[in-house]
Every structure is written in C-alpha cells, then in structure tokens.
C-alpha cells in the first residue's frame, strides 16, 4: 500500500503539525500484567486520538490537488470526524460530518469545536454512513471513507514512531475498528522487516473481523453492541481484512467489563484517562496474561476521548 520512504514523508507531514506521541514503559502495568509493557499515547495528539494522523494525510493531499474542493463529509462515532474536522481547518476545507444518533455528547462538542458542521442520522455507523455517501452526491463534497490509503498510511506513522521508540517488541496489542490502526502496524512492521506480533482486539459484541478471520472471508454482523465506541463496526471494510488476514496473529475478543477494568487500570497505574477503544488492548494482555509472562508488549492507546458519565460508571463498577 506504501513503500517505507513515503511513510518517512507521512511522518514528515504529521511532525509538522505536531511532534507525534511518547510511549512509555509503566512499571505498575508491568507489575500488573507480567509483562513489560509499552504504552503507544495516542490519546496526547491534538484531538485525543490516533485519527489524527490519517486525517491531516488526506487533508493535505486533498489541499495539494484539488485547492477548490468544496468540502469533506465523512461518518463517524467521534474520532475520525475530530481528524477531519482539525485537518481540515488546518489545510482551509470546510468538513460535514454524520453521526447516529445517540453519539457521545462530548465528542459531538468536540468536532464542532473543531469546525465541523454536524448532522444526526440513523440508529448506528453504518447507517450515518450511508447517509453521507448520498449527502456527498446531494451536496457536491468530497466523501471521505473511514478507511483509505491516505488515512492507513498516516495512521501507521504511530507505528513508526513505536517501533523506533521502544526497545524490539515481542507483540503490539491494537484495537480493531473499522481496521486503519491495526493495518498501519501490520504494514509499518512488514516494511521495517521485524517479527513483532500483532494482536488485535474487538469487542465481544463487535466481533465482525474476528468472525471474519476464523471464516476465511468478510462476515457482516446486523448489530454492533458495546460501549467502546471506537469499536462498535458490525461490517468489514474488505480492503482492510485482507490485510488483517495475512498480517496479525490473532484477533482476541473481550467484554465490556473487561474494557471497563482496563480503564480503571490505566487510570490508577498511569493517571491517563482512556476511551474504551483505547483500554481493549490492555484488556486483551490481561485475558492473555500466561501466555506473554516475561515478554515485552507494545499497547495502543488509540486514544483519551470518553465521556464523563461512561467513565464515572466504568470506573465505579
């Protein structure tokens, strides 16, 4: 999908709009887990989130080729849509985006906040995504998908910056959404010829790769049931599986409480406060806490973006 000279231009283009993210080893998560773990913040970019760099990617191709471009419109549950929203201010295009109803009131705020013009419809993603593939038609903007070339290669430069910032990996924990995350680690691990494990994550109740992986083909779900909101996909993107097919280990699966613990965890052991999404990859680690006794582990924390009342209730669970 890339080679590794225009990753090391992505990277360019991120650090020039803010100087990436840190990762850390947090001895109380080693204490915890077993392992020595490494923590990738993505929830310290700019919007809370490793969105960020995907969008700043698309936003500036899109400026360099098509200055005139009337706009963006994208779907989302929240941090995709801040990306958009931040990049495209940050390059001069106005973005539209579509939420279901129902979504996080605080990332609401937050992409309006960011300049996004917002609109509601229908009971979940995929509905708020069809809904802005014909407003892109009606409207005249430019459609801006959840997953691209431009958004996985923007998105694998958190990667990068892991994989060059921590000592050699024996696995990287990543949670699957629509699949941008993951597919940049798998791509930036392949480009660097390393042999770290990648790992993804999904919710018990948002499993759709997961089911997708052990069938061999795309399986579409008619739900997609969990809090963590950066999870909650219940159809495949195609292009995306079949990097995940050949590219991660395994996909685990864990529950909703088990992602409310892992928040808890961060909270207590790193004072970071952690979207669902975020704390799957923790949440995994501790379901697989045998098998990566002793071993060095990389966690995505693909970001901070939770409302208050969810993480009062997760965290006095």
């Given at each position: 999908?890339?080679?590794?000279?225009?990753?090391?231009?992505?990277?360019?283009?991120?650090?020039?709009?803010?100087?990436?993210?840190?990762?850390?080893?947090?001895?109380?998560?080693?204490?915890?887990?077993?392992?020595?773990?490494?923590?990738?913040?993505?929830?310290?970019?700019?919007?809370?989130?490793?969105?960020?760099?995907?969008?700043?990617?698309?936003?500036?191709?899109?400026?360099?080729?098509?200055?005139?471009?009337?706009?963006?419109?994208?779907?989302?549950?929240?941090?995709?849509?801040?990306?958009?929203?931040?990049?495209?201010?940050?390059?001069?295009?106005?973005?539209?985006?579509?939420?279901?109803?129902?979504?996080?009131?605080?990332?609401?705020?937050?992409?309006?906040?960011?300049?996004?013009?917002?609109?509601?419809?229908?009971?979940?993603?995929?509905?708020a995504r069809e809904e802005a593939a014909r407003l892109a038609?009606?409207?005249?903007?430019?459609?801006?998908?959840?997953?691209?070339?431009?958004?996985?290669?923007?998105?694998?430069?958190?990667?990068?910056?892991?994989?060059?910032?921590?000592?050699?990996?024996?696995?990287?924990?990543?949670?699957?959404?629509?699949?941008?995350?993951?597919?940049?680690?798998?791509?930036?691990?392949?480009?660097?010829?390393?042999?770290?494990?990648?790992?993804?994550?999904?919710?018990?109740?948002?499993?759709?790769?997961?089911?997708?992986?052990?069938?061999?083909?795309?399986?579409?779900?008619?739900?997609?049931?969990?809090?963590?909101?950066?999870?909650?996909?219940?159809?495949?993107?195609?292009?995306?599986?079949?990097?995940?097919?050949?590219?991660?280990?395994?996909?685990?699966?864990?529950?909703?409480?088990?992602?409310?613990?892992?928040?808890?965890?961060?909270?207590?052991?790193?004072?970071?406060?952690?979207?669902?999404?975020?704390?799957?990859?923790?949440?995994?680690?501790?379901?697989e806490k045998a098998r990566m006794e002793g071993k060095r582990?990389?966690?995505?924390?693909?970001?901070?973006?939770?409302?208050?009342?969810?993480?009062?209730?997760?965290?006095?669970?």
């Amino acid at each position: 999908m890339f080679s590794l000279p225009e990753l090391e231009d992505a990277l360019r283009i991120v650090h020039q709009n803010f100087p990436g993210t840190p990762q850390y080893a947090w001895p109380l998560l080693a204490a915890r887990t077993g392992a020595e773990v490494w923590v990738k913040h993505e929830n310290h970019t700019p919007t809370g989130a490793f969105k960020l760099r995907g969008g700043l990617l698309y936003a500036e191709r899109l400026a360099r080729e098509r200055p005139n471009v009337a706009g963006i419109i994208s779907a989302t549950r929240g941090n995709h849509g801040q990306s958009l929203a931040w990049a495209g201010r940050r390059y001069g295009i106005a973005a539209v985006i579509v939420v279901p109803h129902g979504n996080s009131l605080e990332k609401n705020a937050a992409m309006r906040a960011f300049g996004a013009t917002l609109i509601a419809h229908g009971a979940d993603f995929e509905e708020a995504r069809e809904e802005a593939a014909r407003l892109a038609v009606e409207r005249g903007l430019e459609f801006a998908p959840s997953f691209a070339p431009d958004l996985v290669r923007g998105v694998a430069t958190y990667s990068l910056e892991l994989f060059r910032g921590a000592p050699a990996l024996d696995a990287v924990y990543v949670p699957i959404g629509l699949g941008s995350g993951v597919c940049g680690a798998i791509l930036t691990r392949d480009l660097l010829g390393l042999d770290t494990e990648i790992v993804g994550v999904q919710s018990t109740g948002a499993d759709c790769y997961a089911r997708s992986l052990a069938a061999g083909h795309v399986v579409t779900m008619n739900r997609a049931d969990t809090l963590a909101d950066g999870m909650a996909v219940r159809q495949p993107d195609a292009a995306a599986f079949e990097i995940i097919k050949h590219g991660v280990s395994r996909i685990v699966t864990v529950t909703d409480q088990e992602v409310g613990a892992a928040i808890r965890a961060y909270w207590t052991d790193t004072h970071n406060l952690v979207e669902g999404a975020g704390a799957a990859p923790l949440a995994a680690l501790l379901q697989e806490k045998a098998r990566m006794e002793g071993k060095r582990v990389g966690l995505v924390v693909s970001g901070g973006n939770i409302d208050l009342d969810l993480f009062r209730s997760w965290i006095a669970d």
